[in-house]
């Protein structure tokens, strides 16, 4: 039984996770629209530089019209877009109710693999999306705050945000599935992802003057360029490749359940990290997100 993606799919999770730290630490001292912009330069530098070291090429031109139009369509959507969304969702309502929201991604993956692409999952896979998402539900949602951090009110516009974030990851995932068909490498696939992330952010940026005080302010805060260059090694370079070989190996569905699982590893390193304390219902709630994790396996 090959379960490559699947495994990918969790390697995904755990580098998002890590991630996390590196754009939280730095969205507290620059904000998140510069870390956001940051981000996918310093993660694009990378890939040109990974690409000339595996292919001898720092840009895939030979991959396609297709695949091209495939992967820079997933890059927009998904990267600039997307995640965009997700950083206004956590300003608005929260982590905690962002990474709830961001959770109904697989649900809108499956729906849109299935009605566009025929992509149909076997009924025990289902059984297992459903448990897994409600055990990484059930460890948000309960995830008790330090007793310093403020209660933060949700709001309409928050809630709209977080859904726009999951549909954007969700959309971004089924574009790249098929521009990744094939053996297509999931270094370069992102490549021209985050190339087409690069364009759309850094085009605005500059109609909104807002380019320059970007360098201006990275070059006075060296302690958040490294978090940004932390986060971005494990975020859109190994992270996003690693999703790429993941919906390359398994459906979206199952794909897109197993990479929203950085809630359940952020438990030990918010433990051991950051010092929170874990209640019985948190751990509760992981229990029943691995027992899915083990359906999803199952297959």
Not at 57 to 67: D, E, F, K, V, Y
Not at 191 to 219: D, K, N, P
Not at 242 to 250: K, M
Request: charged fraction near 5%; charge should be positive.
């Amino acid at each position: 039984m090959v379960i490559i993606g699947e495994i990918a799919a969790i390697f995904t999770s755990f580098c998002w996770s890590l991630s996390a730290i590196g754009f939280t630490k730095s969205s507290q001292q620059v904000g998140s629209q510069v870390t956001n912009r940051v981000r996918v330069l310093v993660a694009l530098i990378m890939l040109i530089l990974i690409n000339i070291v595996l292919y001898n090429q720092p840009i895939p031109l030979n991959a396609g019209i297709s695949r091209w139009v495939w992967l820079s369509i997933s890059g927009i959507i998904g990267l600039s877009l997307g995640d965009a969304f997700l950083f206004a969702a956590y300003r608005e309502i929260g982590p905690r109710l962002g990474l709830l929201l961001l959770s109904l991604a697989p649900v809108f993956g499956s729906t849109i693999a299935w009605i566009f692409f025929g992509q149909t999952l076997p009924f025990l896979q289902i059984i297992g999306i459903v448990i897994t998402l409600g055990g990484i539900s059930w460890v948000v949602w309960t995830h008790q705050k330090n007793g310093n951090e403020n209660v933060q009110k949700i709001t309409g516009r928050g809630i709209v945000f977080g859904i726009l974030a999951a549909l954007g990851q969700a959309i971004g995932l089924v574009f790249s599935q098929q521009g990744m068909a094939g053996n297509f490498s999931p270094f370069a696939g992102t490549l021209i992802r985050m190339l087409a992330a690069f364009a759309v952010l850094w085009i605005i940026a500059i109609f909104q003057h807002q380019a320059g005080s970007t360098v201006s302010l990275m070059s006075k805060e060296p302690a958040a360029l490294r978090w940004i260059i932390f986060g971005a090694l494990f975020g859109p370079v190994i992270g996003v490749s690693s999703s790429l070989l993941a919906i390359q190996h398994t459906e979206i569905g199952i794909a897109s359940t197993l990479m929203a699982l950085p809630p359940i590893f952020m438990l030990p390193i918010s433990h051991f990290v950051f010092k929170e304390s874990l209640n019985w219902q948190t751990i509760f709630g992981t229990f029943i997100a691995i027992a899915g994790v083990a359906i999803l396996f199952s297959k």
